[in-house]
């Protein structure tokens, strides 16, 4: 499909404000300046009109004297090959011209290079555990890497017990159940979380009732906690959001007072501590998720770990069709098929040898990302309570508009123009069909509003991190010098309507 460029080009007599609002419409992060003839004489980016300012352009100056008249551009009839090589981390898009010099196409780097929010990393014994499994025909859920799995994930987490199941929202399911959580109950879940966390509720028969978070570290408040219980409410799920633990000893305390069950919901959080100890470990069951995007992964599956033996048989019942180990065929209740197959376990297991390796990575991210966005108006740095270990699953920032001068979504936008991913925070539960309900929940709705999670792989580089803060500092540099001369062209026009209104 052919590129409309009208966006990207102007005439040399453009102003300065006609540039940068084809830039704040998405004009492919660079705008191009025609002569009379249509030849293109001339480049400006984002950086360009940011330096014209601080050389003490105005808004409506022309752009000529700020022109970038030496740039870099392809050619027509080149190889796609030779144009994409001339791309790079000074020039991020690139005109193609054609013999008269004129706009034929444009290159940028955000459709040749992209940095994806999250990726595996696979660089262990996956592939020879993977071949293992192939070359002995064992890869389905009967095998020895899921016991092996298991085992060592208990092991992990200190716990006696660990069932794997095919994702995680299968495993909170499967805990509620065995649970005894069933149509008439409620399950008290924070408002700010993934659906799964809802839907599992919903499965069991049982009603999610959403509260809201807290301002300090974005998990479940514990003072909304206690206000939600009804006589209909049979269980708690705390939510262990972006890495980050919940307060477990006033959850757990409440929970204790109220005789209700807990299931943590520990997704986001592989290897975060409360207090020293891992999360997933403090109510009645935890339970996590290894999908692609998690700490460790197995592409999809799940882990629930637990410490009742009672209720481990349960889960077991339920997770192989209601059907017990010792009367092969007999179903004891309609259970489910949430197994998770010995190839996956495969994957698993390989990825959990490096879980300490990850985990430090992710500590050396969060530092970096810390430095470079250090400082920053409105942006709000992710929390880690003097209680907590934050894992940061995600890095995850809130931005202010009113300090910033940018909106999260502009920030989205403006990243994803430079081949940076990014990803909002999850919609508030009560403003979704199925979960839909009245109450107040004002943080939720300010953190779900303006928060935003950055690239956050374990194998991230240095320096794509610190392209990422260039960038955000960027866009935040560019809209502080823009509203300032707004503002100072608005004074200056009230003040050249004040002195006329005076004279005799």
Known sequence: ??????????????????????????????????????????????????????????????????????????????????????????????????????????????????????????????????????????????????????ARFAEYHKMPRALATCNGTAALHLALTALGIGRGDEVIVPDLTFAASANAVIHCGAKPVAVDVTRAYWNMDPAMLERAITPRTKAIMPVHLYGHP???????????????????????????????????????????????????????????VCRDEDLSEKMTVFRDHGMRREKRYWHEVAGFNYRMTNVQA???????????????????????????????????????????????????????????????????????????ETRPFFYPLHHQPPYRSSGSFPVTEGLAAKGMSLPSSNGIRPDEITRVCENIRGRIEHHRIVSHLRLADKTATTKRSSAARVRP
């Open 346 to 420: 495969a994957i698993g297991l390989a990825q959990l040898e490096q879980i300490e390796r990850f985990l430090e990575a992710r500590r050396r991210i969060a530092a970096r990302y810390a430095a470079g966005l250090k400082g920053l108006a409105g942006i709000t740095l992710p929390p880690e309570m003097s209680w907590a270990k934050n894992i940061y699953w995600l890095y995850s920032i809130v931005v202010d508009e009113t300090k910033a001068g940018v909106t999260r979504d502009e920030l989205i936008r403006e990243l994803a123009r430079e081949g940076i």
């Open 1 to 150: 499909m052919p590129k409309d460029f009208a966006e990207n080009i102007l005439s040399e007599k453009a102003l300065l404000k006609e540039v940068l609002d084809r830039l704040n419409r998405g004009a492919l992060g660079a705008v191009f300046f025609q002569g009379p003839d249509r030849r293109v004489i001339g480049v400006m980016t984002d950086g360009d009109v940011r330096r014209a300012f601080l050389k003490g352009a105005r808004l409506e100056s022309p752009v000529r004297p700020f022109l970038r008249k030496r740039f870099a551009s392809g050619k027509v009839g080149a190889s796609h090959e030779e144009n994409i090589r001339l791309l790079g981390d000074e020039i991020r898009h690139l005109p193609i011209l054609d013999k008269r010099g004129r706009l034929a196409d444009v290159l940028s780097w955000a459709e040749m290079w992209r940095m994806p929010v999250m990726e595996p990393m696979l660089g262990g014994n996956e592939m020879k555990y993977v071949m293992d499994c192939i070359t002995t025909n064992w890869i389905s859920s009967q095998g020895s890497y899921v016991k092996n799995f298991e």
């Open 246 to 304: 919940c307060e477990m000893d006033a959850i757990m305390a409440i929970a204790r007072k109220r005789k209700l069950r807990v299931v943590e919901d520990c997704a986001e959080a592989l290897g975060a501590e409360y207090k020293g100890k891992k999360v997933g470990t403090f109510g009645d069951a935890g339970c996590f998720s290894f999908f692609s995007n998690k700490v460790i992964t197995t592409g999809e599956g799940g882990m629930v």
